[in-house]
Nanobody, 114 residues
Framework: QVQLVESGGGLVETGGSLSVSCTAS????????VGWSRQAPGKEREWVTG??????QYADSVRGRFTLSRDNVKRTFTLQMNDLKSDDTGIYYC?????????WGQGTQVTVSS
């Protein structure tokens, strides 16, 4: 079972920037899918971004503002979030999908104040 530990997040004003990172307990293979989902208050969890060996894919709501990067050697992947909006508020969950299963982080809170 892969353990994922998230860091970052917090409180930021509208238009500000924030990053959240996820560190895996095992080496990341280049073809593992990594990414982030989020859950806003009172809403279902939604997919935000994902990446395997190619370019990251993004939800329409964050494309152009969010950037996903990964460092397989350090076993980390990071979501850089710019021009944050109040709708970006929620709990952000990282995930890693290997050959056999998908693992999730415990979640980290991102709050964007207007």
């Amino acid at each position: 079972q892969v353990q994922l530990v998230e860091s970052g997040g917090g409180l930021v004003e509208t238009g500000g920037s924030l990053s959240v990172s996820c560190t895996a307990s095992v080496p990341m293979e280049s073809n593992d899918m990594v990414g982030w989902s989020r859950q806003a208050p009172g809403k279902e969890r939604e997919w935000v971004t994902g990446m395997t060996t190619g370019r990251a894919q993004y939800a329409d709501s964050v494309r152009g503002r969010f950037t996903l990067s990964r460092d397989n050697v350090k076993r980390t992947f990071t979501l850089q979030m710019n021009d944050l909006k109040s709708d970006d508020t929620g709990i952000y969950y990282c995930f890693l999908e290997g050959r056999l299963s998908r693992s999730w982080g415990q979640g980290t809170q991102v709050t964007v104040s207007s």
